[in-house]
């Protein structure tokens, strides 16, 4: 986990189940990653105020990441069909051993 997590460091659409806190926090941007802790930043809003929090907890407490690769805005033209198939293809692409092997 601890890995994973430095691979996060400073990425966008990331999301953290925390168990001590019994949920998620949306979007985090991952500051530091060591001696089996982590440092994220968050916000929260409300209708009055938005907070900007800074939270250190232990790596262990950390049960799931969740990373949001691609938004695709939903319409129901060719267009965007072909554009949704085209990003398929290219996340499974990356995903495969084959693009690892191209990469090195």
């Known amino acids: 986990m ?3 997590l430095r691979e ?3 990425k966008p659409g990331v999301w953290l189940y ?3 806190s019994n949920g998620w926090f949306k979007n985090v941007e991952i500051l530091e990653v060591g ?3 982590l440092t994220f930043r968050y916000e929260s809003e409300s209708d009055t105020e938005r907070k900007i929090w800074e939270k250190t907890t232990r790596v ?3 049960s799931e990441i969740e990373v949001r690769l691609v938004v695709v805005p939903k319409c129901n033209n060719p267009q965007m069909a072909d554009i ?3 990003l398929s293809k290219l996340l499974q692409k ?3 051993p084959e693009f690892d092997d191209r990469m090195n």
Do not use: A, F, T
Request: glycine share 14%; hydrophobic share 25%.
């Open 18 to 20: 925390i168990q001590s």
């Open 94 to 96: 990356e995903s495969s």
């Open 35 to 37: 001696d089996n802790m």
């Open 84 to 86: 949704r198939g085209q």
């Open 60 to 62: 262990d407490n950390v």
């Open 8 to 10: 996060l460091i400073g």
């Open 2 to 4: 601890e890995g994973k």
